[in-house]
């Protein structure tokens, strides 16, 4: 696509539900990263694919966090038994390749726990 | 590991006056350097980057960033501002040489006064 594509733009979920972020990149570009922002932080770096692995996923504050990405495109990530303190925006960036520093971003899914 | 200390959280500055929105890194080895802006209701974009030689950057709106390795900063400025400025700015770092996730500042909102 054109851009990077997130959705859904906002959820809002109770205490204990699971939720999907998903996150369409541009097309080509090898290589996504999972941010989180939120209120009065900067972004919280959570993951990175390069193709369909994650080389890299120290940022994911819990065993409740999980990502994963298909057909070197698309990548979800699932929080699992949500708290109130995953209410943040989840921003979804790519780049052509890893290296590239030129990031992409999608405007985001805004997440609120209640 | 490396860090960005945005001390301004807020920036307020009147309509065509200049301004300077601070960013200062911590690493031990060198550093690629970035500036992102965040208009309202959207994703990041790229205002521009550090990689190497000429230490002064520009972006296409007027933007500059110096990168000052003995001052470890990357301030970005403009001589003139305008509304259409008014959005939140964050600072981003990394290390060259192999894979290091981009680590991102707190973000400084510039208001931009008529």
């Known amino acids: 696509g054109a851009g990077v594509s997130q959705s859904p733009s906002n959820k809002v979920t109770e205490k204990g539900k699971d939720v999907e972020l998903r996150c369409d990149p541009i097309s080509g570009h090898t290589a996504l990263y999972w941010y989180r922002q939120s209120l009065g932080q900067g972004l919280e770096f959570l993951i990175y694919f390069q193709g369909n692995s994650a080389p890299d996923k120290s940022g994911l504050p819990s065993d409740r966090f999980s990502a994963e990405r298909t057909g070197g495109s698309v990548s979800t990530l699932t929080i699992q038994r949500t708290q109130q303190e995953d209410s943040a925006v989840y921003l979804c960036a790519s780049s052509f390749r890893q290296g590239d520093y030129g990031y992409t971003f999608g405007s985001g899914t805004r997440l609120t726990v209640v | 590991a490396q860090s960005v200390t945005q001390l301004d959280s807020q920036v307020p500055v009147f309509e065509e006056a200049p301004v300077e929105l601070r960013c200062n890194y911590s690493s031990s080895v060198s550093v690629y350097l970035f500036w992102y802006v965040q208009y309202p209701n959207q994703g990041l974009q790229l205002l521009l980057k550090?990689?190497?030689?000429?230490?002064l950057v520009e972006s296409i709106n007027g933007f500059e960033a110096e990168f000052n390795k003995s001052q470890t900063s990357f301030h970005l400025r403009k001589p003139s501002v305008h509304i259409s400025d008014t959005a939140e700015y964050f600072c981003?770092?990394?290390?060259?040489?192999?894979?290091?996730?981009?680590?991102f500042g707190t973000g400084t909102k510039l208001q931009v006064i008529p």
């Open positions: 981003a770092v990394t290390t060259s040489g192999g894979y290091q996730k981009v680590t």
């Open positions: 550090y990689l190497s030689g000429s230490t």
